[in-house]
């Protein structure tokens, strides 16, 4: 089974940086398509970004499109979301997702794994 353990989520002030960490265990990290999504209070949960395996094709959402990007570092078993020029409407328990082998995706159905997910706030 896949193990999903997000980190560096926290208070930021609007247009500050942060950078969320997901470590991967128990299974071959670099099998997994990985992706970010968020869920804001009273909301559904939405697409952020997603990186291939290789870390060679990326998508972020049309939301965050120049402010967040998406890396990997398979060595690590690693997946992050660096985040900057950070709005209130980026407020949201941000999550980590593996999907086994395919392409990237948009949509959550396609992931099979998820951490248990990092509060982000961010203050206006």
């Known amino acids: 089974q896949l193990q999903l353990v997000e980190s560096g989520g926290g208070l930021v002030q609007a247009g500050g940086s942060l950078r969320l960490s997901c470590a991967a265990s128990?299974?071959?990290?670099?099998?997994?398509?990985m992706g970010w999504f968020r869920q804001a209070p009273e909301k559904e949960r939405e697409f952020v970004a997603a990186?291939?395996?290789?870390?060679?094709?990326?998508n972020h959402a049309d939301s965050v499109k120049g402010r967040f990007t998406i890396s990997r570092d398979n060595g690590k078993n690693t997946v992050y979301l660096q985040m900057n020029s950070l709005k209130p409407e980026d407020t949201a328990v941000y999550y980590c997702?593996?999907?086994?082998?395919?392409?990237?995706?948009?949509?959550?159905?396609?992931?099979?794994?998820w951490g248990q997910g990092t509060q982000v706030t961010v203050s206006s």
């Open positions: 997702a593996a999907k086994y082998f395919g392409g990237t995706s948009w949509s959550e159905v396609h992931y099979d794994h």
């Open positions: 128990g299974r071959t990290f670099s099998y997994y398509t």
């Open positions: 990186i291939s395996r290789s870390g060679g094709s990326t």
